[in-house]
């Protein structure tokens, strides 16, 4: 199967940018639905942003949207998500998964889950 990292996190302050990169290993990367979720202290884990095989579907939470893009480079192997006018609700451990499509990948029932990266964003 394909297996997952994350990386890109770090402490940014408010209004700040950040870009995460997602990096796969496998034969078949580009013939799943990718997505990012994120965990916050004390919270449960919640969606962010979908992109389908193709990378002409996109799906984005109400609270990222218009802030976030999700991105796939498939010769790559790396799935992306540009963080912009970050706030300090963004603050979390970002993960990456995948799914057979966007809808399937916005549910978050996926099985495992990889160690993340974490974003701080601070004031």
């Known amino acids: 199967q394909v297996q997952l990292v994350e990386s890109g996190g770090g402490l940014v302050q408010t209004g700040g940018s950040l870009r995460l990169s997602c990096a796969a290993s496998?034969?078949?990367?580009?013939?799943?639905?990718m997505g990012w979720f994120r965990q916050a202290p004390g919270k449960e884990r919640e969606f962010v942003a979908a992109?389908?095989?193709?990378?002409?579907?996109?799906k984005y939470a109400d609270s990222v949207k218009g802030r976030f893009t999700i991105s796939r480079v498939n010769a790559k192997n790396t799935v992306y998500l540009q963080m912009n006018s970050l706030k300090p609700e963004d603050t979390a451990v970002y993960y990456c998964?995948?799914?057979?499509?966007?809808?399937?990948?916005?549910?978050?029932?996926?099985?495992?889950w990889g160690k993340g990266t974490l974003v701080t964003v601070s004031s």
């Open positions: 998964n995948k799914g057979q499509d966007t809808i399937v990948v916005a549910s978050g029932g996926m099985d495992y």
């Open positions: 496998g034969r078949t990367f580009s013939s799943y639905a």
């Open positions: 992109i389908s095989w193709s990378g002409l579907v996109t």
